[in-house]
């Protein structure tokens, strides 16, 4: 069979765009039609429309990729759909920017302008990502491309919202929220970081009205004591519960504000025990307020600064100067009593990183108790299995804590809200099409809320919309629920949570996954997380360019499994850029040695008969092993550990089949070998090698698709993507595999013959001897490539007929003149050196070999060097003040040192006694 030959060098830039594109064109990432196939689901998390390609993203794409292309070759009809997101804050932010940089703004613009604007931005921006995820290699069917404020997904949100509100689990109340005063818009929970900061708690002195009494409270915001509606003491206090009922006399305001028992808000045993209450910034002193009847005074403006309800000398000052102006004031007439450093909690935009100021605002909600409810239900029935397992907590304990979710964003760019306010009656409509009249009165005189959603509105439908709901579609009805979803541990609530309600709820009460697998972030090789101000942030398509798709894919797919961070190494992933040229070289000899090889004939001898007695023990071998390879990384995708799956492969292809097995093959592909023999081990060479690609194919696709579409082969499949994962199917009673799929039948047969495992045993005892040969040549300093005799005593039944079975091979590989079998009852040279394994004792007579005056010489200096080195160490870690002052970490060291010396010269002193 004529075949194709690789080049002498594996260049990824000149196979992965061309065959990437080659199976875009061909349709190989479309789910085959047979509607009675098994399926295999998963939605790729929409990216920001306008975003870049970051390592999250290609964590996230690699895992995806990697898990769709093993099931398709699995046999599911594999669906991976891609799209992005409209990311309403951050979109928005950027077009603001850049009608800065004209010197406008988007209110002098107007709304309809600045939107034709935004739409402008994400036509000349978007795309960019997606061309991305193809460098990547990820098998998404771009057919089915959704984006989140499409036709399908705008349809889809206006019925979810309807169907919600018509329900009453949406509503609109006056309540307090978290203000971003620099983005102009209300925050959910989830979108407010917090970070540990340094401040201060301020006691102030509340002078009780008509006593000479005083109250002392302690803030962290002496500015927002302005906005104070009350005081709150716990009713069951008897320092203060005379006081309930009356009032204290407001510091700077001389405004009366009521002193409240309230014993939720109050811990008698903390601080002074007196509360001040600002229900209007202060989220449970809200919950106090609505309890106590308490008025709400917002002294904050929604710019950040203070509002022209405050005392004159603070009004329009910044938050942070306004504190200042008001701890200066009351320490002018004495309120304050004293100033001490705290640490606090603040809250952070996630966005423009400001701080978020607590307001009362009239915002949109969703009642999301009803919604969270069946959701926790659906993973405590196991419906939805959620890994790793210990993240299945932190699921209950969000759902069980669940607020109600603030929907309502002050922005221009996202969905906007379908409600129609009447400015006749004050009544609202909300609609699935846009009214022209007030439902209530008929007024003709309406106006829509200026408001849009939350991005994570519409994100949370995307399980439904990317298969076409609300509308019917037989996607739907085929491939809902996913069967997985796959993303990063850090949106659990903000999102995978969100599906699960929305799911659910409009899906006809099937969760939306029947997985979810949650990996870690990727942090910059100082261990922190990566920013450009950290100047840590790793470009993916850099790396990409620079090592390939496959090196930097099969580096992720090791770090996979990690669940507390993965540092990120550019050494590791030139490491598998490394692995990648092993295979192509590996390759490359195959190719070479297959002259004459026909897989036909391969096929009717050995596949179609099962008749492996005409294999070579190292064929026999290097089949069983790459059986048991391709079964045990199946199940570790299964099982979702890309991580182990990948160390597996790369062990088996680097130290098993490169390192042992293309050497042992060397011996059957002599000239003066025997036809039928080379033939068996040509047929084993292209077989492994198809197993091996096959494997890998999913975690490297590239490499493995460019070597796989010129093997010799009878497989008819286009692509290696359409081909047979080798698969079990069918078992023995003792539940080792029978046969496998397609053009492996013998393979799995090999694990029942009997013969397999003398030859597993016999190539374990080869690799042992030869690597003790290997090593008595190192010890005593001698050229790898010099030949030199070895003796093998043993009584072993199984290790005498390995040296008797593969005696010619173990000279070959580790380069010896001659190797002669011992019982143990025979002597050995007296001068000679020594290494045991498995029962064998591999010997090295010295004489002839070895200048034993020379060596004894050199033994002896080297040990005299080692225990002065020995010495000196005992010494510094004998001294206690060493040990006192040095760190840690030097002490650590300095005893391993002493340890691997104490190692080194009880190998050279057994040495030297043996040439003694």
Same mark, same amino acid.
């Given at each position: 069979?004529a075949m194709?030959?690789?080049?002498?060098?594996?260049?990824?830039?000149?196979?992965?765009?061309?065959?990437y594109?080659?199976w875009?064109?061909?349709?190989?990432?479309?789910?085959?039609?047979?509607?009675?196939?098994?399926?295999?689901?998963?939605?790729?998390p929409?990216?920001?429309?306008t975003?870049?390609? #970051?390592?999250? #993203?290609?964590?996230?794409?690699?895992?995806?990729?990697?898990?769709?292309?093993?099931?398709?070759?699995?046999?599911?009809?594999?669906?991976?759909?891609?799209?992005?997101?409209?990311?309403?804050?951050?979109?928005?932010?950027?077009?603001?920017?850049?009608?800065?940089?004209?010197?406008?703004?988007?209110?002098?613009?107007g709304?309809?302008?600045?939107?034709?604007?935004?739409?402008?931005?994400?036509?000349?921006?978007?795309? %960019?990502i997606?061309?991305?995820h193809?460098a990547?290699?990820?098998?998404?069917?771009?057919?089915?491309?959704r984006?989140?404020?499409?036709?399908?997904?705008?349809?889809?949100?206006?019925?979810?919202f309807?169907r919600?509100?018509?329900?009453?689990?949406?509503?609109?109340?006056?309540?307090?929220? !978290?203000?971003?005063?620099?983005s102009?818009t209300?925050?959910?929970?989830?979108?407010?970081? #917090?970070?540990?900061?340094?401040?201060?708690?301020?006691?102030?002195?509340?002078?009780?009205?008509?006593?000479?009494?005083?109250?002392?409270?302690?803030?962290?915001?002496?500015?927002?004591?302005?906005g104070?509606?009350?005081v *709150?003491?716990?009713?069951?206090?008897?320092?203060?519960?005379?006081? /309930?009922?009356?009032?204290?006399?407001?510091?700077l305001?001389g405004?009366?504000?009521? /002193?409240?028992?309230d014993?939720?808000?109050?811990?008698?045993?903390?601080?002074?025990?007196?509360?001040?209450?600002?229900?209007?910034?202060?989220?449970?002193?809200?919950?106090?307020?609505k309890?106590?009847d308490?008025?709400?005074?917002?002294v904050?403006?929604?710019?950040?600064?203070?509002?022209?309800?405050v005392?004159?000398?603070?009004r329009?000052?910044?938050?942070?100067e306004?504190?200042?102006?008001?701890?200066?004031?009351?320490?002018?007439?004495?309120?304050?009593?004293?100033?001490?450093?705290?640490?606090?909690?603040?809250?952070?935009?996630?966005?423009?990183r400001v701080p978020?100021?607590?307001m009362?605002?009239?915002?949109?909600?969703?009642?999301?108790?009803?919604?969270?409810?069946?959701?926790?239900?659906a993973?405590?029935?196991?419906?939805?299995?959620?890994?790793?397992d210990?993240?299945?907590?932190?699921?209950?304990?969000?759902?069980?804590?669940?607020?109600?979710?603030?929907?309502?964003?002050?922005?221009?760019?996202?969905?906007?809200i379908?409600?129609?306010?009447?400015?006749?009656c004050?009544e609202?409509?909300?609609?699935?099409? $846009?009214?022209?009249?007030?439902?209530?009165?008929?007024?003709?005189?309406i106006?829509?809320?200026?408001?849009?959603?939350?991005?994570?509105?519409s994100?949370?439908?995307?399980?439904?919309t990317?298969?076409?709901?609300?509308?019917?579609?037989?996607?739907?009805?085929?491939?809902?629920?996913?069967?997985?979803?796959?993303?990063?541990?850090?949106?659990?609530?903000?999102?995978?949570?969100?599906m699960?309600?929305?799911?659910?709820?409009?899906?006809?009460?099937?969760?939306?996954?029947?997985q979810?697998?949650?990996?870690?972030m990727?942090?910059?090789?100082?261990?922190r997380?990566?920013s450009?101000?950290?100047?840590?942030?790793?470009?993916? =398509?850099?790396?990409?360019n620079?090592?390939? *798709?496959?090196?930097l894919?099969?580096?992720?797919a090791?770090?996979?499994g990690?669940?507390?961070?993965?540092?990120?190494?550019?050494?590791?992933?030139?490491?598998?850029?490394n692995?990648c040229?092993?295979?192509? !070289?590996?390759?490359?000899?195959?190719?070479? !040695?297959?002259?004459g090889?026909?897989?036909?004939?391969y096929?009717?001898?050995?596949?179609?008969?099962? &008749? =492996?007695?005409?294999?070579?023990?190292?064929?026999?071998?290097?089949?069983?092993?790459?059986c048991?390879?391709?079964?045990?990384v199946?199940?570790?995708?299964?099982?979702?550990?890309?991580?182990?799956?990948?160390?597996?492969?790369?062990?088996?292809?680097?130290?098993?089949?490169? $390192?042992w097995?293309?050497?042992?093959?060397?011996?059957?592909?002599? &000239?003066d070998?025997?036809? $039928?023999?080379?033939?068996?081990?040509?047929?084993?060479?292209?077989?492994?090698?198809?197993?091996?690609?096959?494997?890998? #194919?999913?975690?490297?696709?590239?490499?493995?698709?460019?070597?796989?579409?010129?093997?010799?082969?009878?497989?008819?499949?286009?692509?290696?993507?359409?081909?047979?994962?080798?698969?079990v199917?069918?078992?023995?009673?003792?539940?080792?595999?029978?046969?496998?799929?397609?053009?492996?039948?013998?393979?799995?047969?090999?694990?029942?013959?009997?013969?397999?495992?003398?030859a597993?045993?016999?190539?374990?005892?080869?690799v042992?001897?030869? !690597?003790? *040969?290997r090593?008595?040549?190192?010890?005593?300093?001698?050229?790898?490539?010099?030949?030199?005799?070895?003796?093998?005593?043993t009584?072993?039944?199984?290790?005498?007929?390995?040296?008797?079975r593969?005696?010619?091979? %173990?000279?070959r590989?580790?380069?010896?003149?001659?190797?002669?079998?011992?019982?143990s009852?025979?002597?050995?040279p007296?001068?000679?050196?020594t290494?045991?394994?498995r029962?064998i004792?591999?010997?090295?007579?010295l004489?002839?070999?070895?200048?034993?005056?020379?060596?004894r010489?050199?033994?002896?200096?080297?040990?005299?060097k080692?225990?002065?080195?020995?010495s000196?160490?005992d010494?510094?870690?004998?001294?206690?003040?060493?040990?006192?002052?040095?760190?840690?970490?030097?002490?650590?060291?300095?005893?391993?040192?002493?340890?691997?010396?104490?190692?080194?010269?009880?190998?050279?002193?057994?040495?030297l006694?043996?040439?003694?």
């Amino acid at each position: 069979m004529a075949m194709e030959a690789l080049h002498s060098v594996y260049d990824p830039s000149a196979v992965e765009q061309r065959l990437y594109q080659s199976w875009k064109s061909k349709g190989y990432f479309k789910p085959v039609a047979d509607a009675g196939q098994p399926v295999f689901s998963v939605i790729l998390p929409p990216p920001n429309v306008t975003g870049r390609l #970051h390592m999250g #993203h290609a964590l996230t794409a690699t895992i995806q990729d990697t898990l769709v292309r093993w099931r398709k070759m699995s046999g599911l009809a594999s669906l991976w759909i891609p799209g992005t997101d409209h990311a309403g804050i951050s979109t928005q932010v950027m077009v603001e920017r850049a009608l800065a940089k004209e010197g406008k703004t988007r209110q002098e613009v107007g709304r309809e302008a600045f939107l034709e604007r935004v739409w402008e931005w994400k036509e000349e921006h978007g795309g %960019i990502i997606d061309r991305q995820h193809e460098a990547l290699g990820a098998a998404l069917d771009w057919e089915r491309y959704r984006f989140t404020m499409d036709d399908v997904s705008s349809r889809a949100v206006r019925e979810a919202f309807c169907r919600l509100h018509e329900e009453g689990l949406i509503y609109r109340a006056y309540r307090l929220i !978290n203000w971003d005063w620099a983005s102009q818009t209300a925050l959910s929970d989830l979108e407010v970081d #917090h970070e540990e900061r340094q401040g201060s708690l301020w006691h102030i002195a509340y002078p009780v009205e008509d006593s000479d009494d005083k109250l002392i409270v302690a803030t962290t915001r002496p500015e927002t004591m302005l906005g104070d509606t009350g005081v *709150a003491v716990h009713p069951e206090d008897p320092r203060y519960k005379h006081l /309930i009922g009356k009032h204290v006399v407001l510091p700077l305001t001389g405004r009366r504000v009521p /002193i409240v028992g309230d014993d939720i808000l109050v811990d008698m045993e903390f601080g002074t025990g007196a509360v001040k209450v600002t229900p209007a910034h202060d989220f449970n002193d809200f919950e106090t307020g609505k309890r106590h009847d308490l008025e709400l005074i917002c002294v904050l403006d929604r710019s950040g600064k203070m509002a022209d309800n405050v005392p004159e000398p603070f009004r329009g000052l910044p938050v942070n100067e306004a504190r200042r102006a008001v701890v200066a004031a009351l320490e002018a007439e004495g309120s304050l009593i004293k100033i001490e450093p705290h640490k606090l909690s603040v809250g952070i935009s996630q966005r423009t990183r400001v701080p978020v100021e607590p307001m009362p605002s009239d915002q949109w909600f969703v009642r999301v108790e009803p919604l969270a409810k069946p959701a926790l239900e659906a993973v405590r029935s196991g419906e939805t299995k959620i890994f790793p397992d210990h993240r299945t907590a932190d699921y209950y304990r969000w759902m069980e804590n669940i607020h109600d979710w603030c929907i309502s964003r002050q922005l221009w760019w996202g969905h906007r809200i379908p409600a129609w306010h009447c400015r006749d009656c004050g009544e609202i409509t909300v609609d699935r099409e $846009d009214p022209t009249a007030c439902k209530s009165c008929q007024s003709t005189a309406i106006e829509q809320d200026p408001d849009v959603l939350d991005t994570w509105f519409s994100s949370g439908l995307w399980p439904l919309t990317t298969l076409g709901w609300p509308e019917p579609s037989a996607d739907l009805d085929r491939f809902y629920p996913n069967a997985l979803m796959e993303t990063g541990h850090d949106i659990l609530f903000f999102w995978v949570a969100r599906m699960m309600m929305f799911g659910i709820k409009f899906g006809g009460g099937k969760a939306p996954f029947k997985q979810v697998y949650l990996h870690s972030m990727v942090l910059g090789e100082d261990g922190r997380k990566m920013s450009k101000t950290k100047g840590n942030v790793v470009d993916p =398509v850099d790396l990409v360019n620079e090592y390939g *798709a496959d090196s930097l894919r099969f580096y992720l797919a090791t770090m996979a499994g990690q669940d507390q961070g993965i540092v990120f190494s550019r050494a590791r992933v030139l490491g598998y850029r490394n692995f990648c040229n092993k295979l192509w !070289n590996a390759a490359r000899f195959v190719f070479m !040695n297959l002259e004459g090889y026909e897989p036909q004939r391969y096929h009717d001898e050995v596949v179609a008969t099962g &008749d =492996v007695a005409q294999l070579s023990p190292s064929d026999r071998w290097i089949l069983s092993r790459a059986c048991e390879v391709a079964i045990e990384v199946g199940q570790h995708f299964e099982g979702y550990r890309l991580d182990l799956a990948a160390h597996c492969i790369y062990q088996f292809v680097w130290g098993e089949y490169c $390192d042992w097995y293309l050497e042992l093959a060397k011996g059957s592909l002599r &000239d003066d070998t025997p036809a $039928d023999r080379k033939y068996m081990t040509q047929g084993t060479l292209a077989t492994v090698l198809d197993i091996i690609l096959r494997v890998l #194919h999913p975690l490297v696709p590239f490499i493995t698709e460019e070597i796989w579409s010129r093997l010799p082969k009878l497989d008819a499949s286009e692509s290696l993507m359409l081909s047979d994962y080798p698969r079990v199917v069918a078992h023995t009673e003792d539940a080792k595999p029978q046969t496998m799929a397609g053009p492996f039948a013998h393979v799995g047969r090999l694990q029942a013959d009997p013969s397999v495992a003398e030859a597993c045993g016999d190539i374990s005892r080869l690799v042992e001897v030869v !690597n003790a *040969a290997r090593s008595l040549k190192v010890k005593f300093k001698l050229s790898p490539g010099k030949r030199v005799p070895i003796l093998a005593r043993t009584d072993d039944a199984a290790g005498r007929g390995m040296v008797e079975r593969l005696g010619d091979d %173990i000279c070959r590989l580790a380069k010896l003149s001659s190797i002669e079998l011992l019982a143990s009852s025979d002597s050995v040279p007296k001068e000679s050196a020594t290494e045991v394994v498995r029962g064998i004792e591999v010997v090295l007579p010295l004489a002839g070999v070895v200048d034993l005056v020379a060596e004894r010489k050199r033994l002896g200096k080297e040990i005299a060097k080692l225990e002065k080195d020995a010495s000196g160490l005992d010494r510094k870690l004998g001294n206690e003040k060493f040990l006192a002052k040095a760190p840690a970490e030097v002490v650590a060291k300095d005893r391993a040192r002493r340890a691997e010396i104490a190692d080194t010269l009880d190998k050279l002193k057994a040495t030297l006694e043996s040439i003694s």
